[in-house]
């Protein structure tokens, strides 16, 4: 059974991580994008995508692992095969926030 000290501890630790998160993404916020022009279009900055092509790259990743018959033991393959599509989908994520950007 938990302590008192021990569930203070689990609090403190989870307002850490929450602090730390929000700071993260206020900084990432006041990040520009590099090669931007200034004179046509507002100024993006690095997280201005947002969740968006990440969660699009993990839905069409899981759908290609249905449709592909070579992908498709990889979804049930475990921690290794589900490593690889998550690998696929961080490459995706990235092509998309760039095209996206």
Avoid: C, K
Avoid at 15 to 33: C, D, E, M, S
Wanted: charged share 20%; no cysteine.
């Amino acid at each position: 059974m938990e302590s008192v000290g021990e569930r203070r501890d689990a609090r403190g630790s989870r307002a850490a991580v929450t602090v730390a998160a929000l700071a993260a993404a206020a900084l990432g916020a006041r990040i520009p994008l590099p090669g931007w022009n200034d004179a046509s279009l507002p100024d993006p900055r690095a997280l201005a995508t947002g969740l968006g092509p990440i969660l699009s790259a993990f839905v069409l990743v899981e759908v290609l692992a249905l449709a592909v018959p070579r992908w498709r033991p990889l979804r049930h393959r475990g921690p290794h095969g589900r490593g690889r599509l998550a690998l696929a989908a961080y490459v995706v994520a990235a092509l998309l926030a760039s095209v996206q950007a």
